[in-house]
T-cell receptor
Framework: SAVISQKPSRDICQRGTSLTIQCQVD?????MFWYRQQPGQSLTLIAT?????????ESGFVIDKFPISRPNLTFSTLTVSNMSPEDSSIYLC????????????FGEGSRLTVL | LAKTTQPISMDSYEGQEVNITCSHN???????ITWYQQFPSQGPRFIIQ???TKVTNEVASLFIPADRKSSTLSLPRVSLSDTAVYYC????????????FGSGTRLSIRP
């Protein structure tokens, strides 16, 4: 298993500002994934972050809005830029099991409220 | 990736067995069926994974028929703490890339 820590756990932000979410894993992992979960909805994959390369974004998500850093094998950040109330969501960091089974481990999430 | 379809919600009572069925008609040969559980204010948690027939662990059982076009998650003797959203996913074994979550089933357990 992997232990994932996210910061902040929650925040209230003003429209037009940006917020960076940090994700720390207790083991070295190749891929890290960022998901968004809007209120009452399922999870939507934002992007996949590999160390040493640019993140791969899913349809509907762009780097200018959600820049991602992956400076090493245990850490990643997701920035939500120029926020609007529609960005109010839970943002979840996830990593793949080292056992190679395709299982995902998730952090507790970062709950953002944009006013 | 195979799309999954599962009931939006289910209700049951403590002590009952709950079966949640998921259909995945377009499952590929190398795909595995995986179930996750999500409690409020937490990230999803892996429950069980299988390829065919039956898989059982300390939490649940997973039944997969021969054609693999559907699967059933069975939770024995549920308790109030089993109230959660359950997601059925089809994933390529050994790769977590592009794992897509469906709508999930919101299970409510009553006393």
């Amino acid at each position: 298993s992997a232990v994932i820590s996210q910061k902040p756990s929650r925040d209230i932000c003003q429209r037009g500002t940006s917020l960076t979410i940090q994700c720390q894993v207790d083991s070295q992992v190749t891929m890290m994934f960022w998901y968004r979960q809007q209120p009452g909805q399922s999870l939507t994959l934002i992007a996949t972050a590999n160390q040493g390369s640019e993140a791969t974004y899913e349809s509907g998500f762009v780097i200018d809005k959600f820049p991602i850093s992956r400076p090493n094998l245990t850490f990643s950040t997701l920035t939500v830029s120029n926020m609007s109330p529609e960005d109010s969501s839970i943002y979840l960091c996830s990593v793949e099991s080292l056992a190679g089974t395709g299982e995902l481990f998730f952090g507790e999430g970062s709950r953002l409220t944009v006013l | 990736l195979a799309k999954t379809t599962q009931p939006i919600s289910m209700d049951s009572y403590e002590g009952q067995e709950v079966n949640i069925t998921c259909s995945h008609n377009n499952i590929a040969t190398n795909d595995y069926i995986t179930w996750y559980q999500q409690f409020p204010s937490q990230g999803p948690r892996f429950i069980i994974q299988g390829y065919k027939t039956k898989v059982t662990n300390e939490v649940a059982s997973l039944f997969i028929p021969a054609d693999r076009k559907s699967s059933t998650l069975s939770l024995p003797r549920v308790s109030l703490s089993d109230t959660a959203v359950y997601y059925c996913l089809v994933v390529l074994y050994s790769s977590a890339s592009k794992i897509i979550f469906g709508s999930g089933t919101r299970l409510s357990i009553r006393p």
